[in-house]
């Protein structure tokens, strides 16, 4: 949060860091999440779960319920497919009005983190044009990557 983290990103499952601390029973931290973070309460996983569901006590689910309303939160619950694994902008938003270079110098991006590896491809948090985008760089072999440019 301190380092202005997408909050909300959610995993291949559909569950944010919320879900997690909900699972788990850390309450300061779900709070936190919430309060600090504003991570939506109301954002069901690719099972229909919303942290919620996970929660182990109705106590707890009644203390963040409340807390997420008063941080003005809507009740409704949000479809995981209504939401996407990470915030995704059109190319054409990225780069202008027209969809006109659909390739990106790959020179022109500033990578700030890898959230996600495997052995065909990795996925970064980067800014582009001072946009924040998710880059998915993928590999040819070991550790080489696609050429100076990337779609």
Known sequence: IKNNAHINLTNIHGNTPLHYACF???LSIAKYLIEI??????????YGQTPLNLCSSAEICIQLSDL????GQDEQIIPFEEHDRCPVMPMFDII???PTKP???IRE?????????NHRHEMWQAVYNNTSIMAKI????HNSYTSASFQ
């Open 96 to 98: 202008g009005t027209s």
């Open 68 to 71: 997420a309303k008063e941080q």
């Open 37 to 46: 973070g504003h991570a939506t309460l109301f954002v069901s996983n690719r």
């Open 138 to 141: 993928f590999k040819l072999h």
């Open 24 to 26: 788990h029973r850390y």
């Open 103 to 105: 390739i990106i110098d």
């Open 109 to 117: 991006l500033q990578f700030e983190h890898c959230l996600y590896s």
